[in-house]
């Protein structure tokens, strides 16, 4: 009987850590043709994921604008709009879904949004500003260059 036990223990066990695997570090993806990591959404989960997106691109046009004019009020406050606070409404079941290489990029993109609205505000800087606005948008090179976003049915 203890032996049965064990053997139902064990087994639990593997499929706990297939599923964290699947939801913490795999996500829902798939190799697509073009090389990158195709991540597989319902199609509301991808409009949030490409409304975020599109949200990051506007900060960037706002930050760019900001920078050309020396307003480091409008660097901060357009940097701050996509921080770390932004990624607050993304429901668990699509981080579920994403791989953890994208979740770190995704973070970490927010986290320097952030520190750019800081320093703007505490350095008032406008190349230091453009300087930091070149190094985040590495990730969002690197992001695309990585990933596509495929909408499937539930």
């Known amino acids: 009987m203890c032996k049965t036990c064990w053997l ?3 087994i639990l066990a593997v ?17 697509s043709t073009d090389n990158r990591l195709a991540i597989q959404l319902t199609a509301g989960e ?12 506007a900060s960037v046009q ?24 932004a990624q607050q409404g993304v429901p668990g079941s699509l981080m579920g879904k994403l791989p953890l290489e994208f979740k770190q990029l995704g973070r970490n993109t927010h986290e320097q949004f952030d ?6 505000e505490q350095l008032e800087d406008a190349e230091h500003s453009l300087s930091q606005l ?4 590495q990730n969002c ?4 260059a990585a ?6 049915t539930d």
């Open 8 to 10: 139902s223990v064990v």
């Open 15 to 31: 499929l706990l850590l297939g599923t964290v695997y699947k939801f913490v570090f795999e996500g829902s993806t798939r190799q």
């Open 46 to 57: 991808k409009d949030l994921v490409l409304a975020e997106m599109r949200a990051f691109l």
């Open 62 to 85: 706002q930050i760019t604008h900001g920078v050309s004019n020396k307003d480091m009020q409008l660097i901060a406050t357009s940097a701050r709009t996509v921080g770390l606070a």
């Open 115 to 120: 520190l750019l609205a800081l320093d703007a």
């Open 134 to 137: 070149g190094a985040l948008m």
């Open 141 to 144: 090179v690197a992001c695309h």
């Open 147 to 152: 990933y596509r976003l495929e909408a499937v």
